[in-house]
């Protein structure tokens, strides 16, 4: 199990851009698959991307295909999301976590099979 800690949000009007940052420590982070997730208020907390322990491969849920881009540098234990073209239906505080070795499906990313403690999470806000 890794600590994780997030950081990067911000309030940005609609269109503009953030990129997340997620620094993870404890067990060897190049041996497992990186996801983020996201929660709004009043809203189950829902997996927005996930990439591949060797970054290869990557996944996205529908609502963000096309805006947001998911990578890691396996270097420096780091996982990034950048966030284009953002919405206010974005609003919401993101995590980051290990989800194991391989992506599950998009539909079956959830929170339940993060491997990390949660960290803090980050704040995106998007206004209109």
């Known amino acids: 199990q890794g600590q994780v800690q997030e950081s990067g949000g911000g309030l940005v009007q609609s269109g503009g851009s953030l990129r997340l940052s997620c620094a993870r420590s404890?067990?060897?982070?190049?041996?497992?698959?990186m996801a983020w997730f996201r929660q709004a208020p009043g809203k189950e907390r829902e997996g927005v991307s996930c990439?591949?322990?060797?970054?290869?491969?990557?996944y996205y849920t529908d609502s963000v295909k096309g805006r947001f881009t998911i990578s890691r540098d396996n270097a420096k234990n780091m996982l990034y999301l950048q966030m284009n073209d953002l919405k206010p239906e974005d609003t919401a505080m993101y995590y980051c976590?290990?989800?194991?070795?391989?992506?599950?499906?998009?539909?079956?990313?959830?929170?339940?099979?993060?491997?990390?403690?949660w960290g803090q999470g980050t704040q995106v806000t998007v206004s209109s």
């Open positions: 976590g290990s989800v194991g070795r391989l992506c599950p499906r998009v539909p079956n990313l959830k929170p339940d099979i993060v491997r990390d403690s």
């Open positions: 404890g067990s060897r982070f190049e041996d497992y698959a």
């Open positions: 990439i591949s322990w060797s970054g290869g491969s990557t």
